[in-house]
């Protein structure tokens, strides 16, 4: 599985592209599989329907923890680092882990969950969230984790999409100095959710909760009744593995679904090389399991590596922005995969932070979820690298599984701001507008994959026309990404950011609708348009234009704050308006489109040359709204 030079990656790569049914097969032989599979690949993107490894059978995690059991049962699997430092961290040896989830398997089938149900698990950053995870995957349950900034309103959401009928939640959550409640948010979401028959409460924060006699259990006391003896459910390599809700430029957030065989191999896959990771490494990886970064790079493909994965509850600036910098101290941390918010928001606090903290022990960095300046690529390299790490830009999205674009660490020569090569498998290219393929290089276009990789979103749960016309439909025969990307001379990419209505907030991703169907919500407000607009360090900053039905001129900032307290309800404090303009009108073509290139000059401060807006109904509007504009001097 292993590369280790250039010129071995030059030819796994086109290894890749003559036969990939051969090399993928190769791959796979590195996993312990019940059944071996009868055909590598299958596939069709019209439909879309994409199949890997048929007929195999096998439990990811037999192969994230049973086979290491015998040489590594006594090696740190998962270190957590508490959001408190003063807090003592916890180590589940492989052996520890294994009989939690085990254990926590045997819960699940207690409280009746068999193979093919979806359980929702709605959790701070504890051990226990990996423990659920895998007991689901143990006993063929599709896991459905929701990030735990969402809302009540959006976990129900998914757990009606979805149609859990299990809860996995916790009392609460500490993020730096602020106490998060979960169980209640999680009892609000139930109200309108009645497939839910069980919700099992982990104690963490130890503070009151209800418990509503007949549905709700305790995590402790369940966990006493069972043993650790749970045989693992044989699974087909295109079960369903889990779902993870994402957002788009339409409607509601979508259920990307992964399935088992394909997604194993390959986050185990890109795990191993590109971050050329060596027994004994500790891989801190600072997402949250609530979003795909770390389902699949502290989850499953550290675990599938028999790796060290460190999971830490808190945020990188409590007690102080050194945070990140003692994690890595402390625990001797040999990668750090991080984003480049992060980076720059740590860099916002000055050099003073870093220093004291002894980050000799850091091998590789890896940074991941936006598009990162030079500036900040900069910093994190000569400041936490001190110019000997590599860097790996990894470029790649939550349907796609595991990274696509990206440096192999010490091993393809890095360019600031540059996600660099497609790993083995992977087959990108550039497409115009109308569909055409951009050949050659010193080009940029819409990025493309125009060949399945294993862990390729199969489908979106519930509806498979959606993940067709999403994904598939825009340009035939292609998967689209929805990302604008460059290739310079050399071949490399360098992804530049969406080109749909997708924004991508501190490394989250929120749809523009989403965000103006929540401001719609809200009492008085007649029409909104969301644009982004680039923030120091969110990346971008979200935006939104509100027609009121009265002036709200002097109530005006009790109005803003009740949108923002509406979003938060209806989303969750992630997708929060940086910005909000009252104005009277929007400008509208003539068939009633909100032309949002103008919006998004207007909240760049960019209004010299707003282009062509002579096809505007009532070209007025965008006199008014520069004149109102919130720009910062
Ligand atoms: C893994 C993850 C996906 C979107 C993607 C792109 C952006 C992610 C990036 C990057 C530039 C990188 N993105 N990594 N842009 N350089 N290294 O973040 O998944 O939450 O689904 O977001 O994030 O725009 O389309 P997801």
Same mark, same amino acid.
């Given at each position: 599985?292993?590369?280790? %030079?250039?010129?071995?990656?030059?030819?796994?790569?086109?290894?890749?592209?003559?036969?990939?049914?051969?090399?993928?097969?190769?791959?796979?032989?590195?996993?312990?599989?019940?059944?071996?599979?009868?055909?590598?690949?299958?596939?069709?993107?019209?439909?879309?329907?994409?199949?890997?490894?048929?007929?195999?059978?096998?439990?990811?995690?037999?192969?994230?923890?049973?086979?290491?059991?015998?040489?590594?049962?006594?090696?740190?699997?998962?270190?957590?680092?508490?959001?408190? +430092?003063?807090?003592?961290?916890?180590?589940?040896?492989?052996?520890?882990?294994?009989?939690?989830?085990?254990?926590?398997?045997?819960?699940?089938?207690?409280?009746?969950?068999?193979?093919?149900?979806?359980?929702?698990?709605?959790?701070?950053?504890?051990?226990?969230?990996?423990?659920?995870?895998?007991?689901?995957?143990?006993?063929?349950?599709?896991?459905?984790?929701?990030?735990?900034?969402?809302?009540?309103?959006?976990?129900? $959401?998914?757990?009606?999409?979805?149609?859990?009928?299990?809860?996995?939640?916790?009392?609460?959550?500490?993020?730096?100095?602020?106490?998060? +409640?979960?169980?209640?948010?999680?009892?609000?979401?139930?109200?309108?959710?009645?497939?839910?028959?069980?919700?099992?409460?982990?104690?963490?924060?130890?503070?009151?909760?209800?418990?509503?006699?007949?549905?709700?259990?305790?995590?402790?006391? /369940?966990?006493?009744?069972?043993?650790?003896?749970?045989?693992?459910?044989?699974?087909?390599?295109?079960?369903?593995?889990?779902?993870?809700?994402?957002?788009?430029?339409?409607?509601?957030?979508?259920?990307?679904?992964?399935?088992?065989?394909?997604?194993?191999?390959?986050?185990?896959?890109?795990?191993?090389?590109?971050?050329?990771?060596?027994?004994?490494? #500790?891989?801190?990886?600072?997402?949250?399991?609530?979003?795909? %970064?770390?389902? !699949?790079?502290?989850?499953?493909?550290?675990?599938?590596?028999?790796?060290?994965?460190?999971?830490?509850?808190?945020?990188?600036?409590?007690?102080?922005?050194?945070?990140?910098?003692?994690?890595?101290?402390?625990?001797?941390?040999?990668?750090?995969?991080?984003?480049?918010?992060?980076?720059?928001?740590?860099?916002?606090?000055?050099?003073?932070?870093?220093?004291?903290?002894?980050? !000799?022990?850091?091998?590789?960095?890896?940074?991941?979820? /936006?598009?990162?300046?030079?500036?900040?690529?900069?910093?994190?390299?000569?400041?936490?690298?001190?110019?000997?790490? +590599?860097?790996?830009?990894?470029?790649?999205?939550?349907?796609?599984?595991?990274?696509?674009?990206?440096?192999?660490?010490?091993?393809?020569?890095?360019?600031?701001?540059?996600?660099?090569?497609?790993?083995?498998?992977?087959?990108?290219?550039? #497409?115009?507008?109308?569909?055409?393929?951009? /050949?050659?290089?010193?080009?940029?276009?819409?990025?493309?994959?125009?060949?399945?990789?294993?862990?390729?979103?199969?489908?979106?749960?519930?509806?498979?026309?959606?993940?067709?016309?999403?994904?598939?439909?825009?340009?035939?025969?292609?998967?689209?990404?929805?990302?604008?990307?460059?290739?310079?001379?050399?071949?490399?990419?360098?992804?530049?950011?969406?080109?749909?209505?997708?924004?991508?907030?501190?490394?989250?991703?929120?749809?523009?609708?989403?965000?103006?169907?929540?401001?719609?919500?809200?009492?008085?407000?007649?029409?909104?348009?969301?644009?982004?607009?680039?923030?120091?360090?969110?990346?971008?900053?979200?935006?939104?234009?509100?027609?009121?039905?009265?002036?709200?001129?002097?109530?005006? $900032?009790?109005?803003?704050? $009740?949108?923002?307290?509406?979003?938060?309800?209806?989303?969750?404090?992630?997708?929060?308006?940086?910005?909000?303009?009252?104005?009277?009108?929007?400008?509208?073509?003539? !068939?009633?489109?909100?032309?949002?290139?103008?919006?998004?000059?207007?909240?760049?401060?960019?209004?010299?040359?707003?282009?062509?807006?002579?096809?505007?109904?009532?070209?007025? #509007?965008?006199?008014?709204?520069?004149?109102?504009?919130?720009?910062?001097?």
């Amino acid at each position: 599985m292993r590369i280790r %030079t250039f010129e071995e990656y030059q030819q796994a790569y086109a290894y890749s592209v003559e036969d990939p049914e051969g090399f993928w097969g190769e791959i796979a032989q590195n996993f312990q599989w019940r059944k071996p599979w009868t055909k590598t690949l299958q596939w069709h993107f019209d439909e879309p329907n994409v199949q890997w490894y048929i007929g195999g059978k096998l439990n990811i995690t037999e192969n994230c923890l049973d086979r290491h059991l015998a040489d590594k049962g006594d090696q740190p699997a998962i270190i957590w680092e508490p959001n408190d +430092p003063s807090e003592p961290a916890v180590t589940l040896t492989y052996k520890m882990l294994h009989d939690q989830v085990c254990r926590f398997a045997n819960v699940l089938k207690r409280n009746g969950v068999v193979k093919g149900d979806r359980v929702c698990i709605y959790m701070p950053m504890v051990p226990e969230l990996a423990v659920a995870v895998l007991a689901c995957a143990r006993v063929g349950a599709v896991h459905s984790v929701v990030f735990g900034g969402f809302s009540a309103q959006s976990i129900a $959401d998914r757990i009606n999409d979805a149609q859990c009928n299990v809860v996995v939640t916790s009392d609460g959550a500490m993020r730096g100095n602020k106490s998060i +409640p979960m169980k209640d948010t999680v009892d609000d979401a139930l109200i309108g959710c009645p497939s839910v028959k069980r919700v099992i409460v982990l104690t963490h924060t130890r503070t009151g909760v209800s418990m509503i006699k007949g549905r709700d259990v305790w995590w402790e006391t /369940e966990m006493k009744q069972v043993t650790a003896d749970c045989p693992a459910e044989e699974m087909d390599a295109e079960d369903m593995l889990f779902i993870l809700y994402t957002s788009g430029s339409t409607g509601k957030p979508k259920g990307v679904v992964h399935t088992c065989g394909g997604y194993m191999v390959y986050t185990a896959y890109t795990f191993l090389n590109v971050f050329q990771y060596e027994p004994g490494y #500790v891989h801190f990886c600072t997402a949250d399991i609530g979003w795909i %970064t770390g389902h !699949s790079y502290i989850v499953y493909g550290p675990l599938a590596n028999g790796a060290t994965s460190l999971m830490f509850e808190g945020i990188p600036t409590w007690p102080d922005a050194g945070r990140f910098w003692d994690i890595v101290d402390k625990h001797k941390v040999d990668i750090l995969y991080t984003a480049p918010t992060a980076i720059r928001s740590l860099m916002g606090f000055g050099l003073d932070y870093v220093k004291g903290h002894d980050l !000799s022990s850091l091998k590789v960095l890896g940074s991941v979820g /936006e598009p990162i300046n030079a500036e900040a690529w900069h910093w994190y390299d000569d400041n936490i690298g001190k110019n000997r790490c +590599p860097i790996v830009d990894t470029w790649w999205q939550t349907e796609n599984g595991g990274i696509l674009i990206s440096p192999l660490a010490g091993i393809t020569k890095t360019k600031p701001t540059y996600a660099t090569l497609p790993l083995p498998g992977v087959q990108p290219v550039l #497409v115009d507008e109308n569909g055409a393929v951009i /050949e050659g290089n010193g080009v940029s276009g819409n990025l493309c994959i125009k060949f399945p990789w294993p862990s390729i979103i199969r489908t979106t749960y519930g509806d498979h026309e959606r993940c067709r016309q999403t994904y598939f439909s825009t340009y035939p025969g292609m998967y689209f990404t929805g990302d604008g990307c460059l290739r310079d001379e050399d071949g490399y990419y360098r992804i530049t950011g969406r080109v749909d209505d997708v924004l991508n907030v501190s490394g989250h991703r929120i749809g523009t609708a989403e965000v103006e169907n929540a401001i719609n919500m809200h009492t008085g407000v007649v029409e909104s348009a969301v644009v982004g607009y680039p923030h120091d360090i969110k990346g971008q900053g979200i935006y939104a234009y509100v027609i009121t039905e009265s002036d709200p001129a002097h109530e005006a $900032d009790l109005m803003r704050r $009740d949108i923002l307290a509406t979003v938060s309800r209806i989303i969750g404090p992630i997708a929060k308006p940086d910005k909000i303009q009252f104005v009277n009108g929007l400008p509208k073509t003539r !068939s009633g489109k909100i032309m949002r290139r103008i919006l998004r000059k207007i909240a760049e401060g960019d209004t010299s040359n707003l282009g062509d807006t002579s096809t505007l109904l009532d070209p007025g #509007v965008v006199e008014d709204i520069k004149a109102g504009a919130l720009v910062d001097v």
